[in-house]
C-alpha cells in the first residue's frame, strides 16, 4: 500500500474516464461510478453510522449537522476555546451565539465545564474531540442529558478514534469529520457528516444540497422539502477520499504503533506528562500530546524543539487554534452582519475567565505523528527531543 498512489489513480481515472464529475443523477453516463455514494459507505462500515453524507469540508460538515439538529438563529451554543476556529465560525455563520467553556488535559470540553456554561438561553453543545482522541463522553452525556441540551459533535481531527468501542460523532445528534489535506485520510478538501437518525440524515443531504429531496433520476423535477444550499462533494474528490477511507485501518494502525514507539521512548523524561484519555485504547494515534510542568517551560521547549528541528504544535501561541490569538472573534470582526451583532455575544470574548484552559493549553505540545517514519528516524527523533526536553527541564523542582 502506498499511503497515497496507485489506489487514488485508480478511483479519480474511474471518474474522469466518464466524465461525470457531479454525485448526483446522470445515470448511464456513469457507468456504474457513484464515488460519493461508495466513500460514504465505507465511512458507515468503518464508524458504524447508521447515515453518513459526504460533503465539501469539515468545516461545511459542522454547518449541516448544525442546521439539520435545529440549532441557528440567537441560540446559545457552548463551544471549546482550544480548536481549529471552523467551528466557532460555523455557530456564527448559523446565526448561533458560542460560549465559551473550560477544557482540560485530555484537550476537550469537560462535563464541569459545560455544567458551568449553561444559561436559560443554552439550546446545545458543539463537543470537539481534539487532536485525534475522543472527550470524555459517559459524563458529557450525563451532563447533555439531564440538561436537555443537543449534543453534536466535530470530529474534523478524529475520525478513526472510538469511545468504548464506538465512534467519535455517533454520540450526539450528529456528527462531522473533515477530509482536509492535513487529516487523517483525506480527500484533498472534503467532509462528512454522520447520524444515526434517519430525520436528520435527511435534513444534512438535502440542506447540503439546495434543499433537494434526490429522489428519482431527474434532477428539475425534484422536489425541494427545506431550503439550503451547496456543500456537495464532487466525485473527483470523493474518489480520492474513498481510495483514502479504504487504507484508514492501516493507516491508524501504523500511527498509532509509532506514536507507542516514541511515548514509550519519551516516558523516560521526568517532568514530562502525557494527555491523559478517558480511553486510550480507541486513541487515532495522530498526535502525541505531552505536557510541560508550566506555560514558560512549554513555550521554552517549543522552541528549542524547533531550533533542534523537530517542529511540535505549540497550540498556546499558534494563530489558529487557541482563543488567545483570535482577535477577529473578540472585536466579532465580519463582513456582513451576522445574528451576534444584533443580539449581542453572550460573553465577553476578550476577558473570558477560563484558568482550567489556559493551564492546560499553555503546558500542552503535540507532536503529529507519521506513518512514513522508519525506526531509525523515530530513534534520531526521539534522542533529540529527550536531549532538548531534559534540558529545558533540567533544574526545575
Ligand atoms: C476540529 C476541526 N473542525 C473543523 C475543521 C475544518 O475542516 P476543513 O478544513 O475540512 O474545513 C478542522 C480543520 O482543521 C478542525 O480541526
Redesign the pocket.
Known sequence: MDLFGAEERKEVNDVLETGCLFRYNHDAMRQGHWKARDLEAEVRAFTGAAHAHAVS????A?AAVMAASGLGFGDEIIVPPF??I??IEGVLLGGGLPVFAEVDDNLCLTAEGIEQAITPNTKGVLL?H?CGAAADMDAIMEVCKRRNLTLIE?A??ALGAFYKGKSVGLFGKAG?Y???F??IVTAG???LCVTNEKEIYDHIQQFSDHGHDHIGDNRGMEQHPILGTNFRMSELHAAVGLAQMRKIDRIRNAKRANKAYIKSRLSAIEGLSFRPMPDAEGDSGTFLNFFMPDQPLAEKAAHELGNAGVGVNYWFTNQYHFINQWAHLKALKSPFKMAIHQLGAPQDYANLHLPQTQHSIGRLMSLGIKVTWSEKEMDELCATMTRVLSSVLAGHA
Open positions: 469540508s469539515g468545516s461545511t459542522v480548536t481549529y471552523a467551528p470537539v481534539m466535530d474534523g481531527q462531522a473533515s477530509f482536509d492535513f487529516k478538501e472534503g467532509g
